[in-house]
Every structure is written in C-alpha cells, then in structure tokens.
C-alpha cells in the first residue's frame, strides 16, 4: 500500500518565460534554438512526489510545481547555467546547478529524503586586500546546496555539493581605483545564505608636499602626504638616521591626507618617511614618502658654475664643468632642453642685450683654469659666433699679464666692461669692450687718472641696461657707475657706509640692495636708503628681490645656512627657514614665481627650483 497520499491533484504552475520571444540571434547572425529542463521528483522508495516546488534561478526566478507523476517542466529557456532547488514540507529541501548549452532537453532527477533541511555557513563576510588571495568558508548541511552569482574577479572552487564542505573563495588582484563589492548566494532549497565580499584597491601615495616653517614665530616645519583614499594610520617612522623625531599625524578632509610637523627638514634637502596605513576595510599596506624640500630639481653630473636666468623669464642657462659645456634648462618643464658642448669650463655668462647672445668667460682661478678670450655664442643655433682675445699690452706684467676676465657686463648699446686677472700675481685691471665697433678693446681714461678707478670687484648692470655698477676692490662701498652711451664714470657713494659691497640690483627698478658686513639696505633712485637690517653676511652665499607685485622692498637674503625674508620698507624680518648646507646663489624670476638655488659638487651638482608661493609672507 502506498503510504503517501496520491489524492490530491496538483496542477502546474505556467513557467514565467523569459522576455524577448522563443528564439535569439547568435552573434553570427544563426539563431539560437531555447531549450528545456525536465525532470522528476521522488521519495527514496523510487515514488513520485507531488506537490514538490521546483524553483529555477538566474536572473529571474522561475517556479513550477510537480504533478502527480512528480514531473516536471521549463520550456524555452536560454542558454546559461542554473540553480534548481526542489522542496517539500517534510522532505530535506535540495538544489543542484544544470547547464543548457543546446535545444535538447536536459534530465535533472532528484531524490529526497524525510527530515528538515540544517545548512550552517561559518561567514557571511569576506574582505580581501587589494593584491587578492584565497579565503574559506566551512558549510555544514545535511542536503544538497548550490553556489551562485560569482563574479568575474571572485570564484568559487565548488559550484555545488552535498553534506559538509570547504568553500575556497579566490579573488583576483584589483588594478581599478575603485573599492568592490559582490554578493554570494549558497542555496539549499530551503534558505539561501548570502556572503559579501569586498575587495579594496591599492593604497597610493599621490603627493608630498612640504611647508617652510617659521624661526620667527617659531612655526615648524611641516609635511602633508595625500593618499588616493581615506586612509588611518598605523604608524609614520622617520627614517633620517641623522635626526630622531616622533611624528605625531592629524587627519585633513576625508581623511585622505595627513600632516605633521617636521623638525629634520631643510630647505633643498630630501627626506624619506616610512609610513604603514589602512584602507577602511582595515587591509594594512607598507611604503615609503620620498619628501622633497624643494619644487623641482635637476641633477647634474658635473659641477654648476653659474646660472642666467632671462629677462623673459623662460629660459635658465647654466654653465658646466667637467665636462664643459651650456645647458639650456626650461623654467617652465624644469627640463634641459638642450645642450651645447664646448672645449672650456664656463664661470660666468651674461647676455649683451645689444646683439641678444651670450658671452662666456672660462677663467676659474679657484681650479687653477684661466682663459683670456670671451667665448660669444648664438642662443638661438647653439653654434659658436666668435671669440673675442686679450691680448697683454705695455701696460702688463711681462711674465704674468692681467689678460684672464673673470667678470664681464654689457649695456643696450654693445658697450661693456671686463674684470682682469693675471696668471701668477695679484693684479687685476679693468678694460672696456665696445662691440658696436669690431669688438674693439681698450682702456678706460680714468684708469690713468683716478686710482680709486684702477680696479674693480664685481660688474652688475643696472636694470634699463644703461649703465654698468662697479663694485669698489677697496670694500670702501662706493659703486663706479659706467655709462653706456656717454661713457662717462659716475661716483655714487651710499649714504650709509661700513665695510663690504655685496650688490644686487633689481631687474625691474633703480633699487638697488647693498649688503654690506654690518648694515644691509635698499638704497633708492633718489640716494635715500630704506630701513638698516643687521645680518652677519661673512657666509654669503646670495640674495635677490621678491618680486612680487604686493612685496616692492621684500628680499630673500642667504646668510649662515638661513633663508631670510626681509621686508625693507618696515625693516621687519618676515621668516626665516633652515637652508641645506652647501645650497646658495638665490636667484628669482621678475614674475615673481619662481626661484632658484645650486648646491654645487665637482663632479655632481642640483639645480633645485622653488615655487614662491611656499614662502607666503601674508603680505597684502
């Protein structure tokens, strides 16, 4: 006698068809031909079940119930694989994966047993890191269950089973810049589980930027890392064996950038900081910040010997030895863009701003290189124009002339000045060139008549190129001013006087900064003299106008390995910031954007470059 009630009818419910009509096109134009899944349903006495809920998924779900045949039945379906799961009140709910891959019909049997479906997962959350890797999750049951919805990058190594199990879950490496999710659904015909798994991306550091602190108001200096992510911190080491620090972060924003203060730092160094973050699915990841107290940097084999910056402001030539040669650098790619080799080492270059090219001298007596010729090149066609000699006259030392120009100026109207040296004494002289008329050579009347004219320090030429300031050699203060077109030398005595001559014109005014050994100050067009500063320049290694609009009087003066800032219209100094040793030659562009510093080897040298911007003076 058949123990299971065969008197009840069960009808079938219509399967839900799939949208899009019977058939599909395939990709070659040849269409696809649906197909079915059928099967049966019995109890483990090989009787039909009926009644028995067959559930079919994918991306929709699609229900049938069994007849008294236990049959069942979908039609027109695409190919694809499925989950079906069977169940029953009083029978262990079941679900098996099936596959269409052609027309035919395929056979799915199932066979259940009396009793309750248990089915335990040991996670319903998985988190990997950005690299990828492997997780298992134990499942414990007492049925058939299936495993579906994986992801092209999240797999499983058991789309089906029976009984207990180990799911092995592998998740490939996440190369986007986005985080990820994705939903797994474990399905015994009764319940379905869901595990979440997130994945996050790689951690990248995108900036380091550092901010000059402040001797003035005591403001360190400090250090910003951005990340492309919020992220936390699990530790920050200061990997400077020179100096200790403990580096206490704060968060900025979202928490995707973080700043401290930083005491090891100097302006024109490079500093590296070990940091271990987390992403916030708390996946730790290592690296290292590379933190540049600088803007740009160049770095050069060889030794730097000068640097000219162009009244245009786009182009920095620099002169190098070992070997020889100018570098036509780019202030806006902070590039060489090109490279002009020569037989010589270049000390100074200045442009003649009467036929626009560049006239070098190579005479060097600190390594014992002296040449007696101004090398003239074409800036435009990199090529050698002419050389313009020395030649001893009567009034030379036989066995050492003064013929070696160590220092060269032009005014617009092609006539200049050349500082001489000799080769074995210490005699300087000075003689003028006039390039207007075959280059020719000759000395300055005054030389006969005046003595305090005899010899000079330094050239510089005034900022219309109209005349040419001549620095005393006496250190007396007093500045020799050349005339281009009358020729004329002019005596301008500084109203304050004490000992030295350091000079910088500026390049857009009459303003010129005197730094003398005690008192440094701008003396005006019309001979009055801002308010005195007192810096010990014993170690000068340079200075220069700030340039910007709202900063007339401000200069950047280098003294002692410190960055001065100094406003000369209050006398105030405005900061100070530690400079690396070694670094010197302030030189700034008169847009007032950028500014350069070398700190030169013999055989390997920096130009480093610094936007102005990181010397906010708040001045309005």
């Not at 079941?94 to 056979?107: E, H, L, P, Y």
């Not at 650098?329 to 200045?350: A, D, F, L, Q």
Request: proline residues 4%.
């Amino acid at each position: 006698m058949n123990k299971f009630n065969k008197s009840f009818l069960f009808l079938i419910i219509p399967v839900l068809f799939v949208s899009g009509g019977c058939k599909k096109e395939k990709s070659n134009g040849q269409q696809i031909v649906p197909g079915y899944i059928a099967g049966t349903v019995k109890n483990t006495f090989n009787e039909p079940l009926s009644g028995a809920i067959v559930m079919l998924m994918s991306d929709n779900t699609l229900t049938v119930r069994t007849g008294e045949s236990g049959y069942f039945l979908f039609e027109k379906l695409p190919w694809r694989t499925y989950s079906l799961s069977v169940s029953l009140n009083g029978y262990i709910s079941q679900s098996k994966n099936i596959s269409i891959a052609s027309a035919d019909t395929s056979r799915v049997d199932f066979v259940m047993q009396l009793g309750t479906a248990v089915t335990q997962i040991s996670d319903s959350l998985l988190i990997f890191p950005y690299t990828g890797g492997s997780k298992s999750i134990l499942i414990k049951s007492n049925t058939s269950w299936t495993v579906t919805d994986t992801s092209g990058w999240i797999t499983c190594n058991h789309s089906s089973g029976h009984g207990n199990g180990t799911l092995l879950f592998t998740c490939q490496k996440n190369t986007g810049a986005e985080f990820r999710s994705y939903t797994i659904k474990v399905n015994d015909g009764t319940r379905e589980f869901q595990i979440v798994v997130h994945q996050g991306y790689q951690i990248l550091l995108t900036g380091s930027t550092f901010t000059p602190g402040n001797g003035i108001t005591s403001e360190k200096d400090s250090v910003t890392l951005t990340f492309n992510q919020p992220i936390r911190i699990v530790e920050l080491t200061n990997l400077q064996q020179t100096c200790y620090q403990q580096i206490y972060p704060r968060y900025l924003g979202d928490s995707s950038s973080i700043r401290f203060n930083y005491q090891c730092g100097r302006l024109g160094g490079e500093y590296q900081i070990g940091y271990t973050v987390t992403d916030r699915y708390l996946n730790a990841q290592p690296g290292t910040a590379t933190v540049r107290f600088y803007s740009y940097k160049l770095n050069l084999p060889g030794k730097i010997m000068c640097c000219y910056i162009t009244d245009d402001n786009n182009t920095c030539w620099v002169g190098m030895a070992s070997p020889g040669r100018l570098l036509e650098v780019s202030m806006g790619s902070h590039t060489v863009i090109r490279t002009i080799s020569v037989p010589y080492n270049p000390s100074k270059i200045c442009m003649n701003p009467w036929d626009q090219k560049l006239y070098v001298i190579a005479t060097d007596p600190m390594q014992n290189h002296y040449d007696s010729v101004i090398h003239v090149i074409n800036p435009v066609t990199g090529n050698s124009d002419r050389n313009i000699p020395f030649r001893r006259d009567q009034y030379d030392n036989p066995q050492s002339p003064t013929i070696f120009p160590y220092a060269l100026q032009f005014t617009n109207s092609g006539y200049g000045a050349a500082l001489l040296l000799s080769n074995g004494s210490t005699a300087l002289r000075w003689k003028v060139i006039d390039c207007a008329h075959n280059d020719s050579i000759s000395i300055h009347p005054t030389w006969f008549t005046n003595y305090d004219y005899h010899d000079f320090r330094n050239l510089f030429v005034s900022f219309d190129k109209e005349k040419i300031m001549m620095t005393s050699n006496n250190y007396d203060c007093n500045i020799a001013l050349l005339d281009g077109n009358s020729h004329n030398i002019d005596l301008l005595v500084p109203p304050v006087v004490s000992y030295g001559n350091f000079l910088r014109p500026n390049r857009l005014n009459g303003n010129i900064w005197l730094g003398q050994a005690y008192e440094q100050y701008i003396l005006h067009p019309d001979h009055t003299a801002s308010t005195l500063t007192h810096i010990d320049l014993e170690n000068y290694p340079g200075a220069d106008y700030s340039y910007k609009t709202n900063e007339p009087e401000v200069m950047y003066v280098c003294a002692d390995n410190i960055l001065n800032i100094i406003d000369y219209s209050s006398g105030n100094t405005i900061k100070t910031t530690d400079i690396l040793y070694g670094l010197q030659g302030v030189t700034t562009t008169t847009n007032g954007e950028q500014i350069i510093m070398v700190r030169s080897a013999s055989d390997n040298s920096d130009l480093l470059f610094f936007s102005s911007s990181i010397f906010n003076t708040n001045k309005k």
